[in-house]
Every structure is written in structure tokens, then in C-alpha cells.
């Protein structure tokens, strides 16, 4: 019997993970199952196995395959390098045009199934955080955020900002109101039953987000 490379391995499980993603895409990932992806990639059932003991370890690596795949991370270390150069607003605008072009080119992918994974976490929280547990790594708006907290909270440390409320409750306003922009959008572009559809648009909402952050921060003027 031939021997069993690493990289005939890892091509095996690069073609189940892949066939996860493009099967994410079309179902919701609470339904898809081990068979479907056995039928999509038309391996057998003992052949899937031999790769991953369930569907939950697929998923894992299919995560981690999205963070690779697409990673902002870099861009975010560009943006706050010069953050003491730069004035607030200017720093701010280059972050929401971040998340505006991660959110529109993968609304249907990454924002796609990340938001149903947040779904299930709330049906199935055990389930989520045993995926979850094995990925080392900070998910992309998990880096930005880090980024942003720690940012404002310098500014004003150094009195350059005077918010209207606490940051405690600026940071959670601008991560529920990031995931509600999120889910909102997808929604939108899935069944298209929001009203003023033309409008749930991630850029479009984004930039309401950024104007009202300004309010909030004192920088309106």
C-alpha cells in the first residue's frame, strides 16, 4: 500500500473545507451536513472520516481557511501606525472605508457565515464555542476592534476627545450597531423584504455609523 503524504492529506482536506464553504454559501450552516458534503465532493462516507471525525471539525478549519483567505489585519496595522500623526476623524473615515470594502465584497461569504455562526452560537452555544476553541487566532473584527477601543481610549486619556457618553457604552454601541448593519444587510440581499431596500447597503449604512460615532465623540463640527 502506498504511503500517505502530508501533502496528499492536506490537498484531501483543502477539497473538503472548500466544499463546506461553497455548501455554507448556499445553505445556512446550521444545515449542512456531513452527507452533503460527501455528495458534493464524492468521496465515501469512510473516505470523509479518515480526514474529520465530524462536521464541527470541518467547519473549524474552514474558519480559519476564511481568516487566511481574507486578512484585514494588515491594513488595520497601516491605519494606526500613524495614529498619532493623523487627526481622529481621519483615522476613523480610513477605518469605516475598511470595514465598508470588507463588508460589501464579502457580504455573501465571510459576513454571510460569520453572522450564521453567530446564530447558532445562540441556539447552540456548546456547539459554537467547541468550533470556536480551536482557532487560536482573532477573527478580523476582533483585531479592528481591539484596535479602535484602545485608540479612543488614548484620546481621551490625552483629553483630544470629550464623548457624550462613556466609552464603555460608545464601544458597545459600535459593535451592536456594526453586527445589527450586518445582519441587516444580509437580510436584505437574501429575501429583499426590508423596506427602503435600496438603502440596506453596507457602504451606505457604514457611513451613517461613522457620522454618528462623530456625534458621539464630539468631533461634529
Same mark, same amino acid.
Given at each position: 500500500?502506498?504511503?500517505? @503524504?502530508?501533502?496528499?492529506?492536506?490537498?484531501?482536506?483543502?477539497?473538503?473545507?472548500? @466544499?463546506?464553504?461553497?455548501?455554507?454559501?448556499?445553505? @445556512?450552516?446550521?444545515?449542512?451536513?456531513?452527507?452533503?458534503?460527501?455528495?458534493?465532493?464524492?468521496?465515501? $462516507?469512510?473516505?470523509?472520516?479518515?480526514?474529520?471525525?465530524?462536521?464541527?471539525?470541518?467547519?473549524?478549519?474552514?474558519?480559519?481557511?476564511?481568516? $487566511?483567505?481574507?486578512?484585514?489585519?494588515?491594513?488595520?496595522?497601516?491605519?494606526?501606525?500613524?495614529?498619532?500623526?493623523?487627526?481622529?476623524?481621519?483615522?476613523?473615515?480610513?477605518?469605516?472605508?475598511?470595514?465598508?470594502?470588507?463588508?460589501? *465584497?464579502?457580504?455573501?461569504?465571510?459576513?454571510?457565515?460569520?453572522? /450564521?455562526?453567530?446564530?447558532?452560537?445562540?441556539?447552540?452555544?456548546?456547539?459554537? /464555542?467547541?468550533?470556536?476553541?480551536?482557532? /487560536?487566532?482573532?477573527?478580523?473584527?476582533?483585531? !479592528?476592534?481591539?484596535?479602535?477601543?484602545?485608540?479612543?481610549?488614548?484620546?481621551?486619556?490625552?483629553?483630544? !476627545?470629550?464623548?457624550?457618553?462613556?466609552?464603555?457604552?460608545?464601544?458597545?454601541?459600535? *459593535?451592536?450597531?456594526?453586527?445589527?448593519?450586518?445582519?441587516?444587510?444580509?437580510?436584505?440581499?437574501?429575501?429583499?423584504?426590508?423596506?427602503?431596500?435600496?438603502?440596506?447597503?453596507?457602504?451606505?449604512? !457604514?457611513?451613517?455609523?461613522?457620522?454618528?460615532?462623530?456625534?458621539? !465623540?464630539?468631533? /461634529?463640527?
Amino acid at each position: 500500500m502506498p504511503k500517505v @503524504t502530508e501533502e496528499y492529506i492536506r490537498n484531501k482536506k483543502n477539497i473538503i473545507v472548500h @466544499t463546506a464553504y461553497n455548501l455554507c454559501l448556499q445553505k @445556512t450552516v446550521s444545515t449542512v451536513t456531513m452527507q452533503d458534503i460527501i455528495d458534493a465532493t464524492g468521496f465515501s $462516507q469512510g473516505g470523509i472520516y479518515r480526514f474529520y471525525k465530524d462536521i464541527d471539525e470541518i467547519f473549524k478549519d474552514m474558519l480559519i481557511a476564511n481568516r $487566511q483567505r481574507v486578512n484585514i489585519k494588515l491594513h488595520v496595522d497601516e491605519i494606526f501606525v500613524n495614529a498619532k500623526s493623523e487627526n481622529i476623524k481621519s483615522i476613523l473615515h480610513k477605518v469605516f472605508e475598511l470595514l465598508a470594502d470588507f463588508m460589501t *465584497s464579502e457580504l455573501m461569504g465571510i459576513v454571510k457565515i460569520n453572522f /450564521e455562526f453567530s446564530v447558532l452560537s445562540m441556539n447552540d452555544p456548546l456547539r459554537v /464555542e467547541k468550533i470556536l476553541g480551536g482557532i /487560536e487566532e482573532s477573527s478580523n473584527f476582533e483585531y !479592528l476592534f481591539t484596535h479602535i477601543s484602545q485608540y479612543l481610549q488614548q484620546c481621551i486619556i490625552n483629553d483630544f !476627545l470629550t464623548p457624550k457618553i462613556s466609552i464603555e457604552e460608545l464601544l458597545t454601541y459600535l *459593535s451592536t450597531t456594526y453586527n445589527g448593519i450586518e445582519m441587516s444587510c444580509i437580510i436584505n440581499h437574501c429575501y429583499k423584504k426590508l423596506p427602503l431596500t435600496e438603502w440596506y447597503v453596507p457602504r451606505t449604512q !457604514l457611513k451613517t455609523l461613522e457620522t454618528t460615532l462623530y456625534y458621539l !465623540l464630539g468631533l /461634529e463640527d
